[in-house]
């Protein structure tokens, strides 16, 4: 399956990722979420070592919309939970294929690490 | 919140206008966060970077988006984005060309340093008709004794030396100066030292320092320089030093320095003047009291030493203001076409821009329909411009680097500037100035019109896409610019090229063609006797009047037009003492047979012969306006000239030569038989320059009279071999490089300007084609519709050319001084001006006169 804006991208024309997109798509295949709650989830899953300022999370945001990696949603959660003015967004298909792409690069690369003892082998 | 909201506002309308709310809230949530005061700030700070950061990115991101969208434009329409190129290009090379040469003479600091303290220092001979003129060696010492507005002061003469001892013989230019040249000038030198002021004494040995470039030509760069002896003109001198490659004083191609040695014969003599004297102001001096001072030290040498210094003056000047008043002009006239080819380049970019901008009215209307903000739009219309000017300042700014170098040949070599102007950072800049102005005034302007003019409006069918009033007014008034600027360069060149005409038909005494000439400098102590010169010159010009194809030769003191002054204080019997010494001559040394080779008329008496020698009469020829100065009415054959070392008895009246050049006065002439001349005497002018007329060609002749010269003493080096008609065409080579230069500005302004008419009536002739429709509907006949079109377009330019003839009067008083008489006013120049702008004003209304004149009124009527 490939890009729906544009049927000839494959994937890996998307490779590498900047590393604030890869986070964003990480986070969002949790689950949908609007744009503060993925600068807490990055932070949360990094242990605090990557904080998205929200220039750099919008303006990813931007890009990710153009290149139909994401999309902005029209659901909903649950009303409690929900402020009427935030904005919501979702991954779509593709988005997973191109996340996924890219977390078998990373680990090719942690691999060829640990082949050459750059980090310690598992035991 | 505030300090939030101002950092959004650093992004992108668009994108505030999409995320905005989102940014703020995040914003608000992290301030939430940072409870203490140290986070906060922390906070603000990461904040910020952020900010700074993605905004810069989200314009980026835009400019890369119009930038592809602009390439894209342009490359469907190609014809449009070279024709304004061409244009931005044709304006801000001319710009660029003007500023680096007006620069580079007038504006930018001599390489010394502090250089602005440095002055030139001339006697004031007015009384005599020379307001600067070179100091005697007395005066100069006696001035630089009792000056007291100077650190320093300088004496230097142009010194032309044969070289020995490195290399193959060579003429070479140098300078004879004084110890303290070197530290006047606050030169340092490249290698070893430069000259003092205790090279200057009598018993010191005789020393000199030479330039880069000959170091490297006749001594191949050796490293062990320094020590070395040469012979220059037969005497030894040590090399101490060498200059680096950058000093070139006082002109470019001085390649020595020597010190000079004031011990009698002429040094002692008061009237010999011929020192030029350069000083360094004091700090508390200013040029207004060294002035001052120096009339005061003249009016006491006057005083002391009446025959030699009566009513001599001192005078004066900034190093830089040896500025020729001419050469200024020029070089302001210079600037002021290029300030004429910019306007109308701008004029044409303007129009062209505009053009294009009300052609993508519909575009744009479709776009706002489809949301695109009108800050988008603008923004995307002003890259495209810009891109657009900045294209044409590149290609500007390499086609001036390709001109400058052959407009360089309107600057005078005679200011001590080392190289030839180049393009550095301030042109660049400047020229950067230049098109960002352009760009974004003829840019914004129109993209901002439009902007606000695009709406669903256009969208409508039957909407007429025309020009509104307003656009076509500011239309007529930029072509009406364009057409009047065009006169001007056009009435200009022209002026210019009636005077290099006139200049060119001066008769300069003699006949140039077919005469080669080159130099023989003897040096002196080995050809000191008179006997041994004449010797060398009879069995030279032997020898080369026996070559097949020679007709003539001779040789004299010095080629007219290559040397300018030489002259000498005159008194005449007949005449009352002149206190004042106020006449003199051009005085020159000759062999005979001189006037017949150069075809001077003998207009009586006769001439020069090889019976004139040192144990018989002392004869002298003179010129025709010397015989009407002194002796109007009277024959001068017979009388008795006197010059300060002898009486000569005039035997032969000559033909004047323009000695002086073809554009100004000469003095009269005399000619003195160089075989009469005291061993010793008049070292100066002992004849250095042979002619030579003959039917043969240069390649043939040139061979055989080195030859000759090589059997009459191998030692002498031949330079200076050149044809005396170039040396004549020459004398208005710089008029020649004017012409040219303002002859192509002005047929480039005359065709934009054509260009610019024939757009301006084009698109006026689109737009009103339903209008054209309606009347010829009506009844109205082709030829009214014609006589419309072409009367609007003769109109404009009509109303262009009178404005241009006006400015065009003004400027070309402002030149008077370039012109030589010719009169400002030529009503023939401007004629002929008026007449090329309304042939080319009528081509340009051609085109679309034919298409309005095409229009089908049904079609017109119903199609929109």
Known sequence: MSSAISPRVTPDDLLPLPPAVFH??????????????????VAERSDGAVTLGPGTLYRSIQRMLEQDLILETATRPAREQDDERRRYYRITAWGRQVASAEAERLAGLVKLARATGLIPRKA | MLFYRLLLALYPRAFRAE??????????????????????????????GDTLVSAAGAHADLLRQDLKASLRTFARTPGFAAAVVLVAALGIGATATAFVITDHVLVRPLPFPRADRLVKIYQDQSFRGYSRMELSPPNFLDYQRDSRSFEAMAAYTPWSSNLLGAGEPARVEGANVTGSLFAVLGAQ???????????????????????????????????????????????????????????????????????????????????????NVVARLRDEVSIQQARTE????????????????????????????????????????????????????????????????????????????????????????????VLLTAMGGVVGVAAASLLVPFVTRLVPTSLPIAEAPTLDGRVLGLCVLVTAATGLLFGVLPSMKLASSASLDGLKEGVRTGPSRSTERLRSFLVIAEVGASMVLVVCTGLLLQALWRVQSVNPGFDATGVLTL??????????????????????????RSIPGVANASYI???????????????????????????????????????DTLRVPLVRGRDVRDSDRADTPRIALISESFARRHWDGLDPIGRKVTLPFSDFEVVGIVGDIKVRGLERESEPQVYLASAQIPDGGLVFYSPKDLVVRGSASPQTLVPLIRQAIARA?????????????????????????????????????????????????????AARTREIGVRLALGASRSTILRLVVGRGMTLAVVGIVAGLVAAGWAASALQALLFGVDPGSRLVYGIAAGVCLALAAAGTLLPALRAMRVDPLVAIRSE
């Open chain 1, 24 to 41: 964003i798509l990480v986070s969002l295949a949790e689950g949908d979420r609007h744009g503060y709650a993925i600068i807490q989830d």
């Open chain 2, 19 to 48: 995320y905005g709310d989102e940014l703020l809230r995040t914003f608000g949530e992290r301030h939430r966060e940072a409870v203490t005061a140290p986070a906060r700030v922390t906070t603000w700070l990461s904040l910020a």
């Open chain 2, 189 to 275: 030198p490249a290698m070893g030292r430069t000259l003092t002021t205790a090279d200057d004494r009598l018993d010191a040995p005789m020393t000199v320092v030479i330039s880069h470039s000959l170091w490297q030509t006749q001594f191949a760069g050796r490293a062990d320089i320094l020590g070395q002896s040469i012979l220059l003109d037969d005497q030894p001198h040590t090399i101490v030093g060498v200059m680096p490659a950058s000093f070139t004083f006082p002109y470019r191609e001085t390649d020595f320095w020597f010190p000079f040695r004031f011990n009698g014969g002429s040094a002692d003599d008061r009237t010999n003047w011929y020192l």
């Open chain 2, 294 to 385: 120096m009339s005061g030290l003249a009016a006491n040498l006057a005083q002391a030493y009446p025959d030699a210094n009566a009513k001599n003056g001192a005078t004066v000047i900034g190093l830089r203001d040896e500025l020729t008043r001419q050469a200024r002009l020029t070089l302001l006239a210079l600037a002021g076409a290029s300030l004429c080819m910019l306007l109308i380049a701008c004029t044409n970019l303007a129009s062209l821009l505009l053009s294009r901008t009300l052609d993508r009215h519909r575009e744009l209307s479709v776009r706002t329909a489809l949301g695109a903000g009108r800050d988008r739009l603008v923004r995307q219309m002003l890259t495209e411009n």
């Open chain 2, 519 to 544: 130099r023989t400098s003897l040096p002196i102590p080995k050809y000191q006797v008179t006997q041994d010169r004449e010797r060398f010159y009879r069995t030279v010009l032997q020898e080369i």
């Open chain 2, 557 to 595: 003191s010095f080629l007219p037009m290559v040397m300018r002054g030489g002259i000498w204080p005159i008194r005449v019997d007949g005449q009352p003492e002149d206190p004042n010494n106020a006449y003199t001559a051009s005085l020159r040394l000759v062999t005979p047979g001189f006037f």
């Open chain 2, 713 to 765: 003493d191998p030692l002498v080096p031949v330079s200076d071999v050149r044809s005396l008609s170039d040396i004549v065409e020459s004398d208005s080579a710089a008029r020649v490089v004017q012409v040219r230069v303002l002859g192509a500005f002005a047929a480039t302004a005359v065709l934009l300007a054509a260009v610019g008419l024939h757009g301006l009536l084009s698109f006026s002739v």
